[in-house]
């Protein structure tokens, strides 16, 4: 969650600027003039809540599990890779130890067989660290949409016009009342809607 907190309380400033100005229309130092009919087509109410998205890292059952699979896969990946790295360190290690009597052919083949191996290694630890990274995206798009396709559903029962996001790493709030706090309420609808995926039969 901590991938995309910072992107999405951006977006949350934007629509507040957004709502900001709906609030207080025309220029500063000018009170607007609204007809009885521009009154009527206003909403007669801005209902907003915010959830904090910290909460939801710790407390949304789907997300850790997800992340719990993903950074076992990304540690296994690099114990493989660092073994390689260490196999190949203790073949030079045991070559080094015949010292005078390696001759200069021998340490020619073993130095250009070293090299290409470490290319090798080299290879796979960029192209595990791309794959890992594409990984992560795909992982923080699939848990973004189904929070965001919750809170649409969401919003649309209750009547919210807009929902904010909090988080202790991008808040753009100076203040927060905690009446307007709905975290726990999502976060029990979100746990009921995407159950972990070792609880699936």
Do not use: C, H, W
């Not at 796979?124 to 919750?150: C, G, H, P, S």
């Amino acid at each position: 969650m901590k991938y995309f907190s910072i992107i999405i309380s951006a977006v949350a400033l934007v629509i507040s600027g957004i709502v900001f100005f709906r609030s207080n229309p025309g220029r500063p130092g000018k009170t607007p003039e609204l007809s009885i009919s521009d009154s009527a087509r206003q909403p007669a109410s801005l209902k907003v809540a915010y959830v904090d998205l910290d909460s939801i890292d710790a407390r949304f059952e789907f997300y850790k599990s997800k992340m719990e699979a993903f950074e076992k896969k990304k540690d296994g990946l690099d114990r493989q890779l660092n073994g390689a790295y260490q196999q190949l360190d203790n073949r030079r290690i045991e070559f080094l130890k015949k010292g005078n009597a390696i001759t200069q052919a021998e340490a020619d083949a073993f130095k250009k067989e070293y090299d290409q191996q470490l290319q090798y290694l080299e290879n796979q630890r960029r192209k595990t660290e791309q794959e890992v990274q594409q990984e992560a995206m795909i992982l923080r798009d699939d848990i973004f949409k189904k929070i965001n396709d919750y809170l649409t559903g969401y919003s649309k029962e209750r009547g919210y016009s807009y929902i904010f996001s909090y988080s202790r790493n991008a808040n753009i709030f100076l203040y927060q009342d905690p009446a307007y706090d709905i975290t726990k309420e999502v976060i029990e609808g979100l746990n009921a809607a995407y159950q972990k995926p070792e609880a699936k039969k």
